[in-house]
Nanobody, 115 residues
Framework: QVQLVESGGGLVQPGGSLRLSCAASASIFNSDAMGWYRQAPGKERELVADMPSGGIMHYALFVKGRFTISRDNAKKTLYLQMNSLKPEDTAVYFC?????????WGQGTQVTVSS
């Protein structure tokens, strides 16, 4: 069982930046697939960025060039650097870890982009 805790969300003006963190309660490995998802009010949860095990990072078209996913296994943490934020990026952001046949989710962190 792995618990995930997101942090770093908040209120930011359009064009601003935030860095989200997702801390795992147990060790994470390169064989773990990890990713960031988001869910806006009234909408379904959608993939933002994914880091599959040993694979190529994947970004949703709507964030490509603005967001960067990274991880530090030693710190058991997944990151999402978000630049050039837009009002439509407003959502609750969740991190996800997939290991073997199990999937784990954090509780989410709110990101609000507004002037």
């Amino acid at each position: 069982q792995v618990q995930l805790v997101e942090s770093g969300g908040g209120l930011v003006q359009p064009g601003g930046s935030l860095r989200l963190s997702c801390a795992a309660s147990a060790s994470i490995f390169n064989s773990d697939a990890m990713g960031w998802y988001r869910q806006a009010p009234g909408k379904e949860r959608e993939l933002v960025a994914d880091m599959p095990s040993g694979g190529i990072m994947h970004y949703a078209l709507f964030v490509k060039g603005r967001f960067t996913i990274s991880r530090d296994n030693a710190k058991k943490t997944l990151y999402l650097q978000m630049n050039s934020l837009k009002p439509e990026d407003t959502a609750v952001y969740f991190c996800n870890l997939r290991r073997d046949s199990a999937a784990y989710w954090g509780q989410g962190t709110q990101v609000t982009v507004s002037s």
